[in-house]
């Protein structure tokens, strides 16, 4: 329907340009006719999907409002529908037993910057080692960093990612580790 109506605002635009440009005033009407026409059409489009909607909501009232006797909730207890699930709470850290059991919490902001010793940024700033970045994020990682998750990154070379910008992950250490690999090799 929709696609419709865009044909008839483009044919009536065009019509318009036409009868602008020809002094031409039929065109003009016919342009004004199709727009209308248009308009129509999205009316209908409307009253048909709101009709459709007021049709589908009394049969989910009905299920809603007819609950079986012995599903019937104690005192105090919201009545729930059946196709609506629950959430699971999980335990915060140190509530509830062993804090082994307990799943660590998503970390969800950005880790802080790794305090370089000026040895290893000039160690590092002469190598081309990939790190990784995630977008809108101002820190570089090494690809085992536990930050990194399951977060789209980006691969640059160290001197580029520090070109732009861009400084070392405080949970990974990339500067640290990475020179500390190089010294190794030497």
Known sequence: MLFIVLVLVLAALGLLVAALI????LWAWISIGLSV???LLLLFDLLRRRKKRVAE????EEAAEDPAEDDEPAEGEEKKPEDVEQTVLMPAAGELGDAEDTPEPQQSGDPGE???????VAVVSELEIEVVVVDEYPRYHVTSCEW???RDTIPLGIG????LGFTPCALCTPDAEIAGKHREKA
């Open 160 to 163: 580029e990612a520090r070109q």
């Open 148 to 150: 990194l998750e399951t």
């Open 57 to 60: 909501s009394p049969a989910e």
């Open 37 to 39: 026409v248009a308009g």
């Open 22 to 25: 020809t002094a031409n005033s």
């Open 114 to 120: 790794e305090k370089s010793d000026p040895e290893d």
